[in-house]
């Protein structure tokens, strides 16, 4: 639970020093909070055990640093205090790196707040969202969460509306604000009681993967768990922080070698490919994933 409503002006203060202190610091010393905030140390002390106690911060012998509440708590005042939401509802979903909630927008319409969330499990992506960090900051699930929010909200704007994503509407440290579909995970649907047909819904996507691509873009992660489809038919593809994005150089853009193994966008756009031809087997359909790439890229 975040404590938003036990939180005075002072602690905002205390807490929006130390974020700032943690570009230079592993751990912020007391010493330097005190320096910014202007108070004098008892008053910094007590905002700090204020902070610690309603689980903002956390300590350890070196001095504080924030906690994912913290930044939480920082990222839902800052959207509340440029009236970019009036409202916060439950869980939408949990994602492996994420969690999103149902939000209300001020004209009451109906949007989802998407926390990134590094660190909290394993760091698979490690070596991928490394590079974004080339501005030599040092590593930590503060940043590398805010570097994927900024990505994904940055690809979502580059794409929307000409590919079917969620309207983006706001980005704040690690969080997205985006549009919200009123459906369900492609992997949970069942296109036969939805009335749906399988393949000119496969066709559909595969029209998104081959725009994406044009505006120069892979999805990286797509599949089924990554569509969300309505009773219509209608349907999005979301979480895109992973995306590889495709340069000047057409092929063999983004490099990465991995036990001596080199990756390249023809080995992105046919996993992606290959991860919907798995999903559409089970309604029967079967397509040459190697046509299905040429379709794309030409
Ligand atoms: N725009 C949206 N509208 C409605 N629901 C959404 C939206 N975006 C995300 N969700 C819900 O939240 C879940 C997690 O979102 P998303 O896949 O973007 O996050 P993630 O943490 O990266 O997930 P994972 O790592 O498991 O793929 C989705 O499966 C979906 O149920
Ligand atoms: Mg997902």
């Not at 009451?108 to 974004?132: D, E, I, P, Q, S």
């Not at 979480?239 to 000047?248: F, G, L, M, S, T």
């Not at 031809?277 to 030409?298: A, E, P, Q, S, V």
Request: hydrophobic share 35%; proline share 2%; net charge positive.
């Amino acid at each position: 639970m975040i404590y938003i409503k036990d939180m005075e002006d002072l602690d905002w203060r205390i807490l929006r020093i130390v974020e700032i202190c943690l570009k230079n610091h592993e751990w912020v010393p007391i010493k330097e909070i005190v320096k910014k905030a202007k108070l004098n140390q008892n008053e910094v002390s007590y905002r700090i055990s204020r902070l610690i106690h309603i689980k903002m911060l956390n300590s350890s012998q070196y001095g504080y640093r924030i906690s994912h509440w913290g930044y939480d708590a920082l990222a839902i005042d800052t959207y509340s205090k440029k009236d970019l939401i009036v409202g916060m509802g439950g869980k939408v979903g949990v994602g492996k790196e994420g969690d999103v909630y149902n939000v209300l927008l001020p004209d009451n319409r109906n949007a989802v707040l998407k926390f990134h969330k590094h660190g909290r499990t394993c760091f698979t992506m490690g070596k991928r969202y490394r590079n974004y960090l080339a501005d030599k900051r040092h590593m930590s699930w503060l940043y590398s969460s805010r570097l994927s929010a900024e990505k994904e909200f940055e690809v979502l704007t580059a794409l929307y509306p000409i590919v079917k994503v969620p309207e983006p509407i706001a980005n704040n440290r690690h969080t997205i604000l985006m549009g919200k579909m009123e459906g369900t995970d492609l992997k949970k649907a069942n296109l036969h009681r939805l009335d749906l047909n399988p393949e000119e819904l496969f066709e559909e996507i595969i029209e998104e993967v081959k725009k994406a691509y044009k505006l120069g873009y892979i999805h990286g992660d797509l599949s089924e768990f990554n569509i969300l489809i309505n009773s219509d038919g209608d349907f999005v593809i979301i979480d895109w922080p992973q995306v590889i994005e495709i340069n000047d150089n057409k092929f063999k853009i983004e490099k990465i070698s991995s036990k001596d193994v080199e990756y390249d966008v023809e080995y992105y756009l046919k996993r992606d490919i290959g991860n919907l031809l798995r999903y559409f087997k089970k309604y029967g359909l079967n397509k040459d994933l190697d046509t299905l790439y040429n379709y794309i890229i030409n």
